[in-house]
């Protein structure tokens, strides 16, 4: 009896790790993409003329997405190791929605970060501004899309409780 009550409790400090894990590294994706889009992005506009924006733009992504390229390995990986041992068939819809809108999620940030990101840092090293300026705002539309999963990700973790 003692076993098996020792064995849920670590069970339970387990998941709450996990969960802490998760909580923290969607914070971390959140808030940077709110910072960028809501703060950064108009007050470095305001201030700065391309040739010194884009450049500005391609060292805060060269130093902020490897951080977030780790919060959201960690994301998927809690997320995964919490509704794994439940199991898809007994998981409730909200954590099906989250894990689907997770990876769509995880994949648009994979594109902006491996495929984005050099062709920015590429036009701004040839100081091809316009096409840096097109590439910028691509990421954009990109990380907006991104914000709003990510909102609709939260409605669906906290409608599974
Ligand atoms: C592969 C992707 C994901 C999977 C498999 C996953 C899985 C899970 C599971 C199983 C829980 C429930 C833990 C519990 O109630 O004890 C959870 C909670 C949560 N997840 Fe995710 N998740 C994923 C992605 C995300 C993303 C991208 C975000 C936000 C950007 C997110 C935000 C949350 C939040 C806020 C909770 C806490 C809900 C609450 O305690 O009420 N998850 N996740």
Redesign the pocket.
Known sequence: MRLLSNACEETTML?QSL?LL??LA?MA??GGMFFAYFCLRPAAAEVLEPPRRLPLWVATFSRFLPFMAVAVLL??GS??A??LP?GFRA?PPG?HA??T???V??AVFAYLYLLLLPRLRAFCDASAWPAAAQVLNRIRQLVALNLAL?VL??VA??S??
Do not use: N
Request: glycine content about 10%.
């Open positions: 998941h969960l998760h909580l969607a994706w959140m994301l998927l997320g995964l919490m509704l439940v998981a954590w989250m894990f809108l997770g990876l999620m995880a990510g990700v939260v973790a906290v599974a409780r």
